[in-house]
């Protein structure tokens, strides 16, 4: 047998290889069948890899269509109640978490605004300083002065009447429609002070918008509003009269003297003009004006009901 040194190709006969054309040499039997033999195992071996390599390239990456199909699958393998279990679990874990957050957040809001009425209880000027960041503070401030002054009228309403009928009979619900009015009453009344402040702004200064006038207007109410306060713990003694005194200074402070500062500040800040004083005393005869207006247009009829209950039951 013949075999090429170069190529190893081998052949029966011939001087020179047919694939390269280098000089052939001879070989044994003996190493001829080790070659055959090693050719052999290297054939038997390619089918494994072969396999192999179909097994690796099956499992290879997926496409997201077969993720999505292989993890349903799994997730259809486990009970339904793995499901509920863990849904229930998420639920009680977040909802503590929501009810923190939240009340946090309130507390904050109401630390916030009590620092901010304090500061303009010690000095009500920083109020004419305030922008309509502070909008949704003025509005508390409206409704707590309706409120405050709702809730002294109707506990000195309680303390006169203060029969046993009042613990068992339907009169109970007096207390609340009597709040109701009053406070309907007196924010009907910071709605005319505004909308006069408004229209007497137009007419001498024109810098101002209706937000900016709520704010500022409503923090001078603050000191007014701890007034109140206060003069609903002199209710419980039943010292109706002094109550009704303060009462009365204050609805003449809050719905007419103020308005007039207000006024006068403004002009004289915006120097609008040089008559401050005018305009201050034009402010209080202009919201009385206004007053007796909205009373002749919403007409007796709310005013004298009110009037009735709370007369008649003092």
Not at 149 to 164: E, P, W
Request: some cysteine; overall charge negative.
């Amino acid at each position: 047998m013949l075999k090429c040194p170069s190529c190893e190709r081998t052949q029966d006969k011939g001087k020179f290889c047919r694939n390269c054309g280098e000089v052939l040499e001879e070989v044994g039997e003996q190493e001829e069948s080790s070659n055959n033999s090693a050719e052999q195992a290297v054939e038997e071996q390619q089918p494994t890899r072969v396999s192999e390599e179909n097994a690796n390239v099956e499992d290879g990456p997926k496409t997201q269509a077969e993720q999505v199909g292989a993890d349903y699958d799994k997730k259809a393998e486990k009970p339904e109640v793995d499901f509920q279990q863990e849904a229930a679990a998420a639920t009680a874990t977040q909802q503590p978490v929501h009810q923190q957050d939240t009340t946090a957040e309130v507390k904050t809001k109401l630390q916030n605004y009590w620092q901010y009425s304090v500061q303009l209880l010690r000095n009500p000027n920083k109020a004419f300083s305030h922008q309509e960041d502070k909008f949704v503070y003025g509005l508390v401030n409206l409704a707590l002065y309706a409120l405050m002054f709702s809730l002294v009228i109707a506990s000195i309403v309680k303390s006169v009447n203060i029969g046993i009928e009042y613990y068992f009979d339907s009169t109970g619900a007096l207390y609340l429609r009597l709040i109701v009015y009053l406070f309907i009453a007196i924010a009907i009344a910071l709605g005319v002070v505004l909308v006069s402040l408004l229209a007497l702004e137009k007419m001498f200064i024109k810098r101002m918008t209706f937000k900016e006038m709520v704010v500022q207007y409503s923090g001078l109410l603050i000191p007014l509003i701890f007034i109140q306060a206060i003069v609903l713990l002199f209710t419980l003694i039943g010292t109706s009269f002094f109550v009704f005194v303060i009462l009365s200074a204050i609805l003449f402070f809050g719905l007419s003297f103020l308005p007039a500062i207000f006024m006068y500040e403004k002009v004289k800040f915006y120097q609008a003009s040089e008559n401050h004083t005018y305009i201050a005393m034009g402010t209080i005869v202009f919201i009385t004006v206004a007053f007796i207006i909205v009373t002749i247009i919403v007409g007796e009829s709310l005013l004298s009901e009110m009037l009735d209950e709370i007369l008649y039951y003092i």
